[in-house]
């Protein structure tokens, strides 16, 4: 029987328990904050590939590019930086957005491989010219574009397209529904995508083509995710699109 590494003595028993689960089986962590839920995924990481699992097969999901950041450099103290480097990891909105670069014209972008990611000031700069193209001056004064962005956002996190929302139950939902179509199509005339739209349109690409999720598992062992209770519905669902690998939250 191969020898555990050194480093598992550094971990309490459950910790290490989790870390050195079977490669073949699904796990969850469920702890409270400051118990070390991001330090098993490190460990995790780190025992895959000491294990035999290439780098490469291993996914790594976050909610930050700091976060990222800083697991790689921790995977790095524990096996090196060739293999730290070659991890797959990333924030859920960089893997959509390399989606979307790679098959966007599947849901309507016309340069999918120059799509040029907004931040929310941008955005906001961007509903600001729809607001003052297709509202009047009166409703304009009655919803700011954050405002607007936001309710936007919220639609498109449960999945819902312009023309499919439920009865606006304010007047700002009212008015960011008139917005909510212009907005699209400037943005999809200026080739960028909001954040919302990095979850989004990737669960709509692969619904619409199931076979480009059956062509992303090919290569993939596992799918590790930080902070999962922190994710919402349509972030699961992405990730459920990755589900063949076997996997720890």
């Known amino acids: 029987m191969q020898a555990l590494p050194d480093y598992l003595d550094r971990l309490n028993p459950a910790q290490r328990a989790a870390v050195t689960t079977p490669l073949d089986r699904h796990g ?16 995790r990481m780190a025992y895959l590939i000491q294990n035999g699992i290439h780098p490469s097969r291993i996914v790594a999901v976050t909610f930050t590019n700091k976060a990222a950041r800083e697991m790689r450099e921790r995977v790095r103290t524990l096996v090196g930086e060739d293999q730290a480097q070659a991890l797959r990891m990333g924030t859920f909105h960089s893997i959509g957005l390399k989606m979307l670069r790679r098959y966007g014209n599947i849901v309507g972008l016309r340069k ?32 700011k574009p954050a405002e607007a962005l936001g309710i936007i956002t919220r639609w498109k996190d449960k999945g819902l397209l312009p023309g499919k929302l439920p009865d606006p139950p304010t007047i700002e939902h ?15 005339q200026s080739n960028c995508v909001d954040f919302a739209d990095m979850i989004f349109m990737p669960v709509r690409l692969l619904s619409a083509r199931p076979e480009i999720a059956q062509k992303m598992h090919q290569g993939l ?15 699961m669902k992405l990730m459920n699109y990755s589900r063949q690998p076997y996997g720890m939250a």
Do not use: C, M, W
């Open 112 to 143: 999918p491989e120059t799509l040029r990611p907004l931040d929310p000031e941008d955005a906001s700069a961007l509903l600001r010219r729809v607001i003052k193209a297709h509202l009047s001056a009166d409703e304009a004064d009655a919803i």
């Open 174 to 188: 009212a008015l960011a529904e008139k917005l909510y179509a212009p907005y699209e199509q400037e943005k999809t």
């Open 221 to 235: 062992s596992q799918l590790l995710i930080d902070e999962f209770q922190d994710t919402n519905p349509l972030q």
């Open 28 to 43: 969850a962590i469920v702890a409270g904050a400051g118990t070390g839920k991001t330090r098993v995924l490190v460990y």
